[in-house]
């Protein structure tokens, strides 16, 4: 048996702002059963990577936003508990991969699989239905809006998160980044992740501008 927990990080946060854009958070099994974890952007419908469309690679989609969706955190512990060796997702895996050839089909290199290989795939398809890895205890917040509730005034609140109005702009994306970190630590997810807190601080910092 193979453990596979290692290809999830410490958090996956799907957050879209983009128009017309889908973000998704991918399990990919290449031809020599080495699996990963990707977050891929891509405007529907998305063009399929050669070695995808073949199968001699395969991909499940854990979860994903549209544009302008309410942002998901997926919950990495369940993640890993289930792609540990021996756990549910790792033994469909280990199926899967030592079920599967690659062979010439006279223009290409295609995937083939066994009836348990194909089997395993299909279960691991009905496993990942979008919902079965999201967090269900996350609140969604503008990024505006969880940035003020930090402090009652503009101007204290510049204070608070370390800022003034002479700020650079790597002071403010580093300041940026460090909030909405401390959202998902709260169990917040900011809609529209670091950029959009980027623009609420940089708003903020243009109020007390003119306040002055």
Request: charged share 25%.
């Amino acid at each position: 048996m193979t453990g596979y927990s290692h290809v999830v990080p410490e958090a996956i946060v799907l957050s879209n702002g983009k128009m017309d854009i889908t973000v998704a958070a991918v399990l990919v099994l290449d031809q020599r059963g080495e699996a990963r974890i990707e977050v891929r952007e891509f405007v529907p419908p998305a063009a399929i990577p050669q070695d995808e469309s073949a199968g001699r690679t395969l991909t499940w989609t854990i979860a994903q936003v549209d544009a302008h969706a309410t942002p998901l955190m997926l919950d990495v512990v369940a993640l890993k508990r289930d792609l540990s060796e021996g756990g549910a997702l790792a033994q469909l895996l280990d199926r899967v991969g030592g079920g599967m050839s690659v062979e010439w089909d006279g223009s290409r290199h295609v995937g083939r699989f066994d009836a348990d290989a194909e089997s395993a795939r299909n279960e691991l398809t009905g496993i990942f239905d979008g919902v079965a890895f999201v967090r269900e205890d996350m609140a969604a917040w503008e990024a505006g809006e969880w940035l003020r509730s930090e402090a009652s005034s503009r101007g204290k609140l510049l204070s608070v998160i370390g800022l003034s109005v002479d700020s650079t702009d790597e002071e403010v994306a580093a300041a940026a980044s460090k909030l909405v970190d401390e959202g998902i630590r709260d169990d917040v997810l900011v809609i529209g992740g670091v950029d959009a807190m980027q623009k609420a601080i940089n708003d903020l910092i243009e109020e007390v501008r003119e306040a002055a």
